[in-house]
């Protein structure tokens, strides 16, 4: 019923900057939290950055002041600007979205940060 695609990912050098945006399709009645996880290989998927519908943000400890979640509900989109960004930080990054009983993910897109 819902269907998120991200865009924006891409390779870029230690210190730059990417925006990522997640277009929301579908049916978005009663979503309550929307957020960015991402996944290196090997690793387990993790909590990059979150934002509930009543305008709290959560972010993960490692990405605090340099990543920013927001989202425009009018374009049915949400977005992280990723600043300062580490060769740590690569990854597939994977869009989420909730509402009560349901969980909905993107197929990821890839960023790559080079030394």
């Known amino acids: 019923q819902v269907q998120l695609r991200e865009s924006g990912g891409g390779l870029v050098q230690a210190g730059g900057s990417l925006r990522l945006s997640c277009a929301i399709s579908?049916?978005?009645?009663?979503?309550?939290?929307m957020g960015w996880y991402r996944q290196a290989p090997g690793k387990q998927r993790e909590l990059v950055a979150s934002v509930t519908t009543g305008g709290g943000s959560n972010y993960a400890d490692f990405v605090k002041g340099r990543f920013t979640i927001s989202r425009d509900n009018a374009k049915n989109t949400m977005y992280l600007q990723m600043n300062s960004l580490k060769p740590a930080d690569t990854g597939v990054y994977l869009c989420n979205v909730r509402r009560i009983g349901e969980d909905f993910w993107g197929e990821g897109t890839l960023v790559t940060v080079s030394e």
């Open positions: 579908g049916s978005i009645f009663g979503i309550d939290r």
